[in-house]
C-alpha cells in the first residue's frame, strides 16, 4: 500500500454490513465534529436520517461553507471525491452510507452526482415511494404503520435493505409459485437486510411503532 493511501481513513464513522456487491456505512457526527481525510474509491449512495449543517473539505481545500442537509435527502455520487466531514452545525448528523462494491456496467461507469430532495424535511407517509432513480441504482423507502404490509413482491436486482425506525415485523416470503412462509423479526435501527435478485419477499408490521427502511438496488 503507498504512503499516500495510508494518509486516508473510513469513509464513515462505523461499517454495518459488507458482502460481494455492497459494504453499508453510517456516518454519525455530534456538533463540530470530524471524520477525517477519505477517498471515495466506489460509486455510493447517501440517505440523510437526521440532517444539520455539514461542510466538506478536501486537501488543501479552502475554508469550507456549511451546507445545509435535511433528513431524507438522498444523492448518488460517483468514486473518486477525497474529503473530510464536519458537522458545522448544532444538531446531529446522521445518515447511511452505501458503497456499491459491483463494477458498473458498461455505459454505466461514468454517471454522474444526482440528487434528490424532494422530500427531504417532510414527514414520512405509508407507503412506498421511489426517491431515486438512475442506471446503477433505485432508491426507495417504505414505511408501514401498525397493521401495514407491502404485499409479497418479486425484487428485480440485489438489493440492501436498511431499518431507519425499528419495529416488530413479519417477513414472508414465497419460492416461486410454492407456498408463502413467514418468520417474525424485531429489527434494530441500522439493521441490514440483503435480498437476492429474483426474491419474492414482503412485510407485515406487526408491532405498535411505525416501521421505516431505506433500499437500495443495485442495477
Sequence with gaps: MSEQANEYGPVATRMIFDNDEVRVWEMDL???AVCGLHHHTMDYVLFILSGANVGAQSPGGRKMMPFPVKARATYFVPAGGKESAHNMGDTRF???LFELKRPAKPGRDKLGFVGCEAVAGKEPE???????DNARVRVTETTLAPGGQTGVRRWSHDTAVYVAEAGAVKIVERAGDSDERSREESLPPGAVLWFAKGTHRGLVNIG????????VEIK
Design 30 to 32: 455530534a456538533p463540530g
Design 94 to 96: 446522521f445518515e447511511a
Design 126 to 132: 405509508p407507503g412506498t415511494i421511489t426517491i431515486l
Design 208 to 215: 405498535t411503532e411505525r416501521y421505516r427502511q431505506v433500499a
